[in-house]
Protein backbone atom coordinates (compact mmCIF):
# COMPACT_ATOMS: atom_id res chain seq x y z
CA UNK A 1 0.00 0.00 0.00
CA UNK A 2 1.40 3.57 -0.72
CA UNK A 3 0.49 6.87 0.17
CA UNK A 4 0.58 8.31 -3.00
CA UNK A 5 -2.18 5.73 -4.35
CA UNK A 6 -4.49 6.83 -1.25
CA UNK A 7 -4.27 10.44 -2.16
CA UNK A 8 -4.80 9.74 -6.07
CA UNK A 9 -7.79 8.15 -4.80
CA UNK A 10 -9.16 10.50 -2.53
CA UNK A 11 -8.14 13.39 -5.24
CA UNK A 12 -10.59 11.59 -7.85
CA UNK A 13 -13.60 11.22 -5.21
CA UNK A 14 -13.52 7.44 -4.80
CA UNK A 15 -14.05 5.99 -0.87
CA UNK A 16 -11.61 4.87 0.90
CA UNK A 17 -11.07 1.48 2.53
CA UNK A 18 -11.07 1.50 6.52
CA UNK A 19 -7.25 -0.33 5.81
CA UNK A 20 -6.49 2.59 3.81
CA UNK A 21 -7.60 4.87 6.10
CA UNK A 22 -5.80 2.88 9.08
CA UNK A 23 -2.40 2.99 6.91
CA UNK A 24 -2.68 6.49 6.87
CA UNK A 25 -3.23 7.20 10.30
CA UNK A 26 -0.89 5.11 11.69
CA UNK A 27 2.08 6.21 9.46
CA UNK A 28 1.33 9.71 9.89
CA UNK A 29 1.10 9.06 13.91
CA UNK A 30 4.24 7.22 13.40
CA UNK A 31 6.06 9.90 11.18
CA UNK A 32 6.57 7.74 8.89
CA UNK A 33 4.27 9.69 6.07
CA UNK A 34 5.73 13.53 5.40
CA UNK A 35 3.69 16.61 6.08
CA UNK A 36 3.43 17.55 2.42
CA UNK A 37 1.64 14.16 1.60
CA UNK A 38 -0.40 14.55 4.56
CA UNK A 39 -1.10 18.17 3.65
CA UNK A 40 -2.33 17.16 0.11
CA UNK A 41 -4.00 14.02 1.82
CA UNK A 42 -6.67 16.08 3.98
CA UNK A 43 -6.82 18.78 1.18
CA UNK A 44 -8.41 16.04 -1.11
CA UNK A 45 -10.71 15.50 1.93
CA UNK A 46 -11.78 19.02 2.17
CA UNK A 47 -12.34 19.14 -1.53
CA UNK A 48 -14.07 15.87 -2.53
CA UNK A 49 -15.59 15.57 1.37
CA UNK A 50 -15.72 12.18 3.33
CA UNK A 51 -18.59 9.01 3.33
CA UNK A 52 -20.18 8.67 6.52
CA UNK A 53 -18.48 5.36 6.43
CA UNK A 54 -15.18 6.81 5.72
CA UNK A 55 -15.84 9.35 8.91
CA UNK A 56 -16.43 6.22 10.82
CA UNK A 57 -12.84 4.54 10.06
CA UNK A 58 -11.07 7.91 10.32
CA UNK A 59 -12.42 8.38 13.89
CA UNK A 60 -11.75 4.96 15.04
CA UNK A 61 -8.14 5.40 13.62
CA UNK A 62 -7.44 8.09 15.20
CA UNK A 63 -9.17 6.95 18.94
CA UNK A 64 -6.45 3.78 18.45
CA UNK A 65 -3.76 5.81 17.47
CA UNK A 66 -2.99 5.98 21.28
CA UNK A 67 -4.69 5.06 24.67
CA UNK A 68 -8.06 4.37 25.19
CA UNK A 69 -9.47 4.19 28.68
CA UNK A 70 -11.02 1.42 29.97
CA UNK A 71 -13.94 2.40 32.95
CA UNK A 72 -15.35 -0.88 32.76
CA UNK A 73 -14.66 -1.02 36.16
CA UNK A 74 -17.08 2.05 37.10
CA UNK A 75 -20.63 0.74 37.24
CA UNK A 76 -23.47 2.12 35.79
CA UNK A 77 -23.37 3.45 32.53
CA UNK A 78 -20.93 6.41 32.28
CA UNK A 79 -22.46 9.23 30.25
CA UNK A 80 -20.21 12.27 29.35
CA UNK A 81 -20.94 15.69 27.99
CA UNK A 82 -18.45 17.50 25.53
CA UNK A 83 -18.92 21.44 24.80
CA UNK A 84 -18.25 22.86 21.38
CA UNK A 85 -16.83 25.38 23.01
CA UNK A 86 -17.76 29.08 24.00
CA UNK A 87 -17.87 32.41 26.17
CA UNK A 88 -18.70 31.47 29.54
CA UNK A 89 -19.13 28.44 29.28
CA UNK A 90 -18.61 27.09 32.75
CA UNK A 91 -20.93 24.00 32.03
CA UNK A 92 -19.29 21.00 33.60
CA UNK A 93 -18.92 22.77 37.25
CA UNK A 94 -22.42 22.99 37.58
CA UNK A 95 -23.49 20.02 35.62
CA UNK A 96 -21.21 17.39 36.45
CA UNK A 97 -22.10 17.13 40.79
CA UNK A 98 -26.18 18.05 39.46
CA UNK A 99 -26.35 14.87 37.06
CA UNK A 100 -24.00 12.62 39.82
CA UNK A 101 -26.25 14.26 42.34
CA UNK A 102 -28.82 12.05 40.98
CA UNK A 103 -27.38 9.22 40.32
CA UNK A 104 -25.74 8.65 37.13
CA UNK A 105 -22.31 8.12 37.64
CA UNK A 106 -19.87 10.96 35.53
CA UNK A 107 -16.28 10.05 34.50
CA UNK A 108 -15.31 13.24 32.61
CA UNK A 109 -11.89 13.94 31.41
CA UNK A 110 -11.59 17.99 30.38
CA UNK A 111 -8.95 20.01 28.66
CA UNK A 112 -7.29 23.28 28.94
CA UNK A 113 -8.17 26.50 27.39
CA UNK A 114 -6.98 28.51 24.49
CA UNK A 115 -7.71 31.58 23.78
CA UNK A 116 -10.64 33.27 24.89
CA UNK A 117 -10.62 31.93 28.50
CA UNK A 118 -9.44 29.29 30.35
CA UNK A 119 -11.35 25.67 30.30
CA UNK A 120 -12.58 23.58 32.42
CA UNK A 121 -9.51 22.32 34.07
CA UNK A 122 -8.09 26.00 34.59
CA UNK A 123 -11.12 27.05 35.96
CA UNK A 124 -12.03 24.14 38.38
CA UNK A 125 -7.97 24.99 39.50
CA UNK A 126 -9.14 28.30 40.68
CA UNK A 127 -10.89 26.31 43.71
CA UNK A 128 -7.58 26.54 45.99
CA UNK A 129 -6.46 22.83 46.46
CA UNK A 130 -8.19 21.50 44.00
CA UNK A 131 -6.45 18.71 42.07
CA UNK A 132 -7.22 17.48 38.71
CA UNK A 133 -4.24 15.03 38.37
CA UNK A 134 -4.98 11.14 39.34
CA UNK A 135 -4.43 8.01 38.58
CA UNK A 136 -6.79 5.15 36.59
CA UNK A 137 -7.53 3.34 40.19
CA UNK A 138 -8.34 6.72 42.01
CA UNK A 139 -10.70 7.94 39.15
CA UNK A 140 -12.21 4.72 38.88
CA UNK A 141 -12.78 4.57 42.85
CA UNK A 142 -13.97 8.32 42.99
CA UNK A 143 -16.86 7.65 40.58
CA UNK A 144 -17.64 3.82 41.94
CA UNK A 145 -17.92 5.81 45.27
CA UNK A 146 -19.05 9.19 45.00
CA UNK A 147 -20.29 8.88 41.48
CA UNK A 148 -18.06 11.75 40.07
CA UNK A 149 -14.65 12.76 38.85
CA UNK A 150 -13.29 15.40 36.78
CA UNK A 151 -9.79 14.59 35.87
CA UNK A 152 -7.00 15.92 32.51
CA UNK A 153 -6.81 14.18 29.36
CA UNK A 154 -3.29 12.25 29.19
CA UNK A 155 -0.69 12.99 26.39
CA UNK A 156 -1.22 9.66 25.23
CA UNK A 157 -5.13 10.40 23.83
CA UNK A 158 -5.66 10.06 20.40
CA UNK A 159 -1.95 11.45 19.48
CA UNK A 160 -2.70 11.36 15.84
CA UNK A 161 -5.48 14.02 16.17
CA UNK A 162 -2.85 16.50 17.63
CA UNK A 163 -0.45 16.24 14.74
CA UNK A 164 -3.11 16.31 12.22
CA UNK A 165 -4.97 19.14 13.70
CA UNK A 166 -1.78 21.11 13.69
CA UNK A 167 -1.41 20.13 10.07
CA UNK A 168 -4.88 21.50 9.42
CA UNK A 169 -4.46 24.69 11.26
CA UNK A 170 -1.94 25.83 8.69
CA UNK A 171 -3.33 24.12 5.56
CA UNK A 172 -6.34 26.20 5.68
CA UNK A 173 -8.55 22.60 5.91
CA UNK A 174 -9.59 22.83 9.72
CA UNK A 175 -13.48 23.94 8.15
CA UNK A 176 -14.02 20.49 7.34
CA UNK A 177 -17.79 18.72 9.10
CA UNK A 178 -15.89 15.04 8.71
CA UNK A 179 -12.20 16.09 10.02
CA UNK A 180 -13.89 18.52 12.73
CA UNK A 181 -16.53 15.64 14.05
CA UNK A 182 -13.70 12.96 13.82
CA UNK A 183 -11.07 15.25 15.72
CA UNK A 184 -13.97 15.99 18.61
CA UNK A 185 -15.51 12.38 18.40
CA UNK A 186 -12.12 10.91 18.98
CA UNK A 187 -10.87 12.08 22.41
CA UNK A 188 -14.49 11.73 23.42
CA UNK A 189 -14.61 7.72 22.87
CA UNK A 190 -11.43 7.25 23.67
CA UNK A 191 -12.12 8.18 26.98
CA UNK A 192 -14.27 5.69 27.42
CA UNK A 193 -17.81 6.86 27.96
CA UNK A 194 -20.58 4.80 27.50
CA UNK A 195 -22.94 7.37 26.11
CA UNK A 196 -22.52 11.11 24.82
CA UNK A 197 -24.20 14.21 25.39
CA UNK A 198 -22.98 16.67 22.73
CA UNK A 199 -23.71 20.25 23.52
CA UNK A 200 -23.02 21.66 19.88
CA UNK A 201 -22.80 25.86 20.25
CA UNK A 202 -24.07 27.80 17.44
CA UNK A 203 -23.97 31.76 16.80
CA UNK A 204 -21.15 34.84 16.95
CA UNK A 205 -18.97 33.15 20.00
CA UNK A 206 -19.26 29.17 18.53
CA UNK A 207 -17.00 27.64 16.22
CA UNK A 208 -20.17 27.21 13.85
CA UNK A 209 -21.50 30.51 13.18
CA UNK A 210 -24.32 29.49 10.95
CA UNK A 211 -27.23 27.50 12.38
CA UNK A 212 -27.71 24.99 9.36
CA UNK A 213 -23.54 24.27 9.74
CA UNK A 214 -24.08 23.20 13.44
CA UNK A 215 -26.97 20.74 12.95
CA UNK A 216 -25.06 19.51 10.35
CA UNK A 217 -21.88 19.35 12.83
CA UNK A 218 -24.03 17.69 15.18
CA UNK A 219 -25.61 14.90 12.93
CA UNK A 220 -21.85 14.02 11.67
CA UNK A 221 -21.02 13.48 15.95
CA UNK A 222 -24.55 11.51 16.26
CA UNK A 223 -23.74 9.63 13.57
CA UNK A 224 -19.98 8.62 14.26
CA UNK A 225 -21.13 8.19 17.89
CA UNK A 226 -23.99 5.52 16.75
CA UNK A 227 -21.96 3.82 14.85
CA UNK A 228 -18.98 2.92 17.08
CA UNK A 229 -21.65 1.60 19.36
CA UNK A 230 -22.13 4.84 21.87
CA UNK A 231 -25.54 6.22 22.43
CA UNK A 232 -25.23 9.47 21.32
CA UNK A 233 -27.14 12.83 21.47
CA UNK A 234 -26.55 16.07 20.23
CA UNK A 235 -28.31 19.53 21.46
CA UNK A 236 -28.16 22.23 19.61
CA UNK A 237 -27.41 25.59 21.70
CA UNK A 238 -27.13 29.14 21.30
CA UNK A 239 -23.57 31.12 21.65
CA UNK A 240 -24.52 34.45 20.34
CA UNK A 241 -23.98 36.17 23.38
CA UNK A 242 -21.95 34.82 26.54
CA UNK A 243 -23.41 32.21 28.49
CA UNK A 244 -24.61 33.53 32.02
CA UNK A 245 -22.95 36.94 33.42
CA UNK A 246 -19.45 35.66 34.12
CA UNK A 247 -16.35 35.59 31.78
CA UNK A 248 -13.63 34.54 33.49
CA UNK A 249 -12.03 31.15 35.62
CA UNK A 250 -13.25 33.02 39.69
CA UNK A 251 -16.00 34.69 38.16
CA UNK A 252 -17.15 31.70 36.63
CA UNK A 253 -16.90 29.31 39.16
CA UNK A 254 -18.51 31.77 41.77
CA UNK A 255 -21.69 31.65 39.01
CA UNK A 256 -21.62 27.81 38.63
CA UNK A 257 -21.97 27.44 42.61
CA UNK A 258 -24.93 30.27 42.75
CA UNK A 259 -26.39 27.83 39.93
CA UNK A 260 -26.77 25.07 42.15
CA UNK A 261 -27.90 27.15 45.26
CA UNK A 262 -30.75 28.37 42.54
CA UNK A 263 -29.45 31.68 41.79
CA UNK A 264 -28.12 31.01 38.64
CA UNK A 265 -28.75 33.48 35.36
CA UNK A 266 -31.62 31.98 33.69
CA UNK A 267 -30.11 30.75 30.04
CA UNK A 268 -27.08 29.05 31.53
CA UNK A 269 -29.82 27.19 34.30
CA UNK A 270 -31.71 26.33 31.37
CA UNK A 271 -29.16 24.88 29.74
CA UNK A 272 -27.76 22.79 32.85
CA UNK A 273 -31.35 21.57 32.94
CA UNK A 274 -31.77 20.37 29.78
CA UNK A 275 -28.39 18.65 28.91
CA UNK A 276 -28.69 17.52 32.49
CA UNK A 277 -31.70 15.86 31.39
CA UNK A 278 -30.46 14.05 28.35
CA UNK A 279 -27.51 12.59 30.28
CA UNK A 280 -29.84 10.87 32.65
CA UNK A 281 -31.86 9.64 29.98
CA UNK A 282 -28.43 8.45 28.45
CA UNK A 283 -27.88 6.81 31.96
CA UNK A 284 -31.20 4.75 32.10
CA UNK A 285 -31.63 6.74 35.53
CA UNK A 286 -34.80 8.22 34.03
CA UNK A 287 -37.25 7.45 30.93
CA UNK A 288 -38.22 10.52 29.71
CA UNK A 289 -36.76 14.38 29.55
CA UNK A 290 -39.78 15.94 32.05
CA UNK A 291 -38.65 13.08 34.56
CA UNK A 292 -35.08 14.01 34.20
CA UNK A 293 -35.56 18.09 34.39
CA UNK A 294 -38.10 17.70 37.15
CA UNK A 295 -35.66 15.23 39.48
CA UNK A 296 -32.37 18.06 38.37
CA UNK A 297 -34.73 20.69 39.83
CA UNK A 298 -35.53 18.57 43.02
CA UNK A 299 -31.79 18.18 43.45
CA UNK A 300 -30.73 21.88 43.06
CA UNK A 301 -33.85 23.07 45.49
CA UNK A 302 -33.47 20.34 48.00
CA UNK A 303 -29.46 21.31 48.37
CA UNK A 304 -28.47 17.81 47.10
CA UNK A 305 -26.78 18.98 43.89
CA UNK A 306 -24.73 21.49 46.61
CA UNK A 307 -23.64 19.13 48.75
CA UNK A 308 -22.22 17.02 46.04
CA UNK A 309 -20.28 19.75 44.69
CA UNK A 310 -19.14 19.97 47.99
CA UNK A 311 -17.97 16.38 48.21
CA UNK A 312 -16.12 16.37 44.91
CA UNK A 313 -14.43 19.60 45.89
CA UNK A 314 -12.86 17.87 48.70
CA UNK A 315 -12.36 14.14 47.26
CA UNK A 316 -10.27 15.85 44.91
CA UNK A 317 -8.32 18.03 47.21
CA UNK A 318 -10.21 21.50 47.21
CA UNK A 319 -11.20 23.48 50.14
CA UNK A 320 -15.06 22.52 50.01
CA UNK A 321 -15.61 26.10 52.09
CA UNK A 322 -14.96 27.87 48.71
CA UNK A 323 -19.00 27.05 48.16
CA UNK A 324 -20.14 29.27 51.09
CA UNK A 325 -16.82 31.60 50.99
CA UNK A 326 -15.86 33.26 47.91
CA UNK A 327 -13.18 35.49 49.17
CA UNK A 328 -11.05 32.07 48.87
CA UNK A 329 -10.82 32.20 44.93
CA UNK A 330 -8.34 34.55 43.61
CA UNK A 331 -9.75 37.66 43.35
CA UNK A 332 -8.96 41.13 41.65
CA UNK A 333 -7.54 44.38 42.89
CA UNK A 334 -9.57 46.47 40.73
CA UNK A 335 -13.38 46.72 39.97
CA UNK A 336 -14.42 49.19 37.30
CA UNK A 337 -17.73 49.63 35.98
CA UNK A 338 -17.63 49.92 31.54
CA UNK A 339 -20.60 52.74 30.81
CA UNK A 340 -23.18 53.07 28.00
CA UNK A 341 -22.11 55.37 25.77
CA UNK A 342 -25.67 56.20 24.80
CA UNK A 343 -29.40 55.02 25.26
CA UNK A 344 -31.55 52.03 24.11
CA UNK A 345 -31.86 48.08 23.85
CA UNK A 346 -29.04 45.74 23.84
CA UNK A 347 -29.75 44.42 20.02
CA UNK A 348 -26.60 42.70 19.75
CA UNK A 349 -23.26 40.95 22.15
CA UNK A 350 -20.28 39.74 19.98
CA UNK A 351 -19.48 36.88 22.34
CA UNK A 352 -15.88 36.44 20.90
CA UNK A 353 -15.02 39.58 21.27
CA UNK A 354 -16.44 39.97 25.41
CA UNK A 355 -14.32 36.66 25.43
CA UNK A 356 -11.13 38.70 23.77
CA UNK A 357 -11.43 40.91 26.18
CA UNK A 358 -11.34 38.84 29.44
CA UNK A 359 -8.18 37.12 27.30
CA UNK A 360 -7.18 40.40 27.40
CA UNK A 361 -7.03 40.73 30.65
CA UNK A 362 -5.33 37.54 31.73
CA UNK A 363 -8.39 35.47 31.87
CA UNK A 364 -7.38 33.27 28.62
CA UNK A 365 -4.08 32.21 26.97
CA UNK A 366 -2.80 33.79 23.69
CA UNK A 367 -0.16 30.70 23.30
CA UNK A 368 0.19 27.73 25.81
CA UNK A 369 2.96 29.55 27.59
CA UNK A 370 0.72 32.18 28.94
CA UNK A 371 -0.17 31.87 32.82
CA UNK A 372 -3.56 33.20 33.07
CA UNK A 373 -4.51 35.38 36.19
CA UNK A 374 -7.07 34.03 37.34
CA UNK A 375 -9.03 36.60 39.45
CA UNK A 376 -9.87 38.59 36.36
CA UNK A 377 -12.32 39.04 33.82
CA UNK A 378 -16.02 40.54 32.99
CA UNK A 379 -19.30 40.22 34.43
CA UNK A 380 -22.10 41.30 32.55
CA UNK A 381 -24.68 43.61 33.70
CA UNK A 382 -26.61 43.96 30.68
CA UNK A 383 -27.76 41.26 28.07
CA UNK A 384 -29.43 41.36 24.51
CA UNK A 385 -33.12 43.37 25.58
CA UNK A 386 -32.23 44.86 27.96
CA UNK A 387 -32.73 48.39 28.15
CA UNK A 388 -29.66 50.90 29.01
CA UNK A 389 -29.76 54.59 29.54
CA UNK A 390 -26.70 56.94 28.95
CA UNK A 391 -23.96 56.23 31.55
CA UNK A 392 -25.44 53.15 32.99
CA UNK A 393 -23.08 50.16 33.10
CA UNK A 394 -23.24 47.46 31.11
CA UNK A 395 -20.22 45.54 32.39
CA UNK A 396 -17.83 45.11 35.28
CA UNK A 397 -13.84 44.44 34.58
CA UNK A 398 -12.11 42.67 37.22
CA UNK A 399 -8.78 43.47 36.73
CA UNK A 400 -5.18 43.31 38.12
CA UNK A 401 -2.86 45.10 35.78
CA UNK A 402 -4.32 48.27 35.21
CA UNK A 403 -1.85 48.66 32.31
CA UNK A 404 -4.37 46.36 30.25
CA UNK A 405 -7.42 47.93 31.25
CA UNK A 406 -7.97 50.47 28.78
CA UNK A 407 -7.81 48.19 25.31
CA UNK A 408 -9.73 45.74 26.94
CA UNK A 409 -12.34 48.24 27.79
CA UNK A 410 -12.30 49.21 24.32
CA UNK A 411 -13.07 45.98 22.92
CA UNK A 412 -15.63 45.10 25.40
CA UNK A 413 -17.57 48.60 24.23
CA UNK A 414 -17.28 46.85 20.86
CA UNK A 415 -18.80 44.09 21.39
CA UNK A 416 -21.87 45.90 22.18
CA UNK A 417 -24.54 47.44 19.48
CA UNK A 418 -27.06 49.39 21.28
CA UNK A 419 -30.36 49.94 18.73
CA UNK A 420 -33.55 52.13 19.45
CA UNK A 421 -36.10 48.81 18.91
CA UNK A 422 -36.02 45.75 21.08
CA UNK A 423 -34.60 42.57 19.29
CA UNK A 424 -36.33 39.21 18.45
CA UNK A 425 -35.62 36.94 21.28
CA UNK A 426 -33.37 34.04 20.42
CA UNK A 427 -33.60 30.52 21.59
CA UNK A 428 -31.50 29.23 23.55
CA UNK A 429 -31.66 25.36 22.33
CA UNK A 430 -32.11 25.11 19.25
CA UNK A 431 -33.16 21.48 18.11
CA UNK A 432 -32.17 18.12 19.38
CA UNK A 433 -30.24 15.46 16.98
CA UNK A 434 -30.38 12.12 18.00
CA UNK A 435 -30.11 7.96 16.33
CA UNK A 436 -33.93 8.74 15.70
CA UNK A 437 -33.31 12.12 13.18
CA UNK A 438 -33.49 15.85 13.85
CA UNK A 439 -35.83 17.71 16.00
CA UNK A 440 -35.59 21.85 15.18
CA UNK A 441 -37.40 23.96 17.97
Known amino acids: MRMYDIIKKKRDGIELSKEEINFFVDGYAKSEIPDYQASAFIMAIFLQKMTKQETVYLTDAMMRSGDVIDLSKIDGIKVDKHSTGGVGDKTTITLAPLVASCGAPVAKMSGRGLGHTGGTLDKLEAIPGLSIEMNQ ?3 TDNVNTHKIAVCGQTATIVPADKKLYALRDVTATVDNISLIASSIMSKKL ?20 ELDDSFNLAKEMVDI ?7 TIGVITDMDQPLGFAVGNSLEVIEAIETLKGNGPKDFTELCLSLGSYMLILSKVVNT ?7 LEESISSGK ?24 LPGATNKIDV ?16 GISAMMLGAGRETKEDELDL ?18 TLACMYVNDMKKFEAAKERLLSAYTISDQRPVERKLVHGVVTKDGVKRF
Open 339 to 354: KSIKKGYVSKIEAETV
Open 225 to 231: GNGMDRE
Open 289 to 295: YEEGRKM
Open 190 to 209: ASGSDAIVLDVKTGSGAFMK
Open 375 to 392: GTGIVLKKKVGDMVEEGE
Open 305 to 328: ALDKLREFIEIQGGNKDVVDNYDL
Open 137 to 139: DKF
